[in-house]
């Protein structure tokens, strides 16, 4: 049995994603890890960073990031799909630049694999996630914030990257038979310098609508991002994996973060911060085990 590792990124130095710590996150169990690198603006040590791993798992192609894609994210379910294509694995293991995987996981991944390599009615895994926000402490385990996605997809069975590399489908727009275990993903999008976040965020909007427009929207914005009263978010209480402790070290903006329970917002609230949204996990808490009642499901469970 072989596994590859996949990825798309461009810019990840200049943005703060954790590409390295990503990739090395599971560097111990993929036989090739692919990397489908954009053209990085001038001055993004993105290609330097990856590089540093010095493994000759990693296979590095360019690419380059047209702006007639910059629709919807396209963009980034074209150049998932493309890096998703070089995979030689039977198994391919996909992971955002941003999304780290814990080392207590790795061997349930690769025993999970093994099982049901044969079994060609499993397309692919289903894992949890941690959404941090903020800071490394705090994360999003609420109704708004997805709960669950596919990272590990079979090959060469006409799986294709969907919307906006959220996720995959098979063939004509079907969707993938899963299996559903206990492994996380642990997704920092959101832990960012306050000014590094707001350009992040212009940039992922412009992947959307188009640098122009996206442009003359952010005219008039901040130029921090505003996380709001983190008073009323959830203490993560676990482990962050052990590839994350140079990234989680440099973080240096507590005094900027609102760690009380009110705030006078700059921009329009979020979905945890809005009361249906608090309404909802509040139930789904109390009746459901925390699973989502009416949430976003792709998959079909096997």
């Known amino acids: 049995m072989t596994i590859s590792g996949f990825t798309m990124v461009r810019n990840a130095d200049k943005y703060y994603f954790p590409i390295k710590a990503s990739i090395e996150s599971i560097l111990p169990i993929v036989d090739e890890f692919v990397v489908a690198l954009g053209d990085n603006d001038e001055g993004d040590q993105t290609r330097e960073l990856i590089e540093s791993i010095e493994s000759n798992k990693i296979k590095i192609i360019n690419r380059v990031w047209s702006e007639s894609n910059f629709v919807d ?3 980034y379910a074209n150049e998932t799909t493309f890096a998703l294509s070089q995979c030689k694995g039977d198994w391919c293991f996909y992971l955002q630049a941003d999304e780290v995987v ?46 669950n996605e596919i990272r590990i997809v079979r090959n060469n069975v006409g799986i294709h990257s969907i919307k906006d590399a959220q996720s995959f489908r098979k063939n004509d727009n079907q969707k993938l038979n899963v299996v559903e ?15 590094l976040m707001q350009s992040k965020k212009k940039a992922m909007d412009s992947m959307y609508h188009g640098t122009a427009k996206t442009a003359s929207q952010y005219q008039l914005k ?9 008073g009323n978010i959830p203490i993560f209480e676990g482990t962050h994996p052990a590839v994350m402790k140079d990234f989680i070290a440099k973080l240096d903006w507590q005094h900027k973060l609102n760690y009380s329970k009110s705030a006078n917002l700059n921009r329009p ?27 976003y499901s792709n998959w079909v469970k096997v």
């Open 222 to 230: 901040p130029n921090e991002f505003d996380y709001g009263a983190l």
């Open 73 to 75: 994210g396209k963009i």
């Open 181 to 195: 275990f206990t492994p996380y993903i642990y997704h920092y999008g959101w832990v960012r310098p306050l000014e």
């Open 102 to 147: 814990h080392e207590k996981d790795l061997d349930i991944i690769v025993k999970n694999c093994e099982k049901y390599l044969d079994n060609p009615k499993v397309d692919g895994f289903l894992f949890q996630y941690n959404h941090f926000f903020g800071d490394y402490e705090h994360y999003l385990p609420v109704h708004g914030w997805y709960k």
């Open 269 to 295: 609230k979020m979905k945890h911060e809005q009361l249906k949204y608090q309404l909802l996990t509040k139930l789904e808490n109390l009746l459901n085990g925390g699973k989502d009642i009416f949430g």
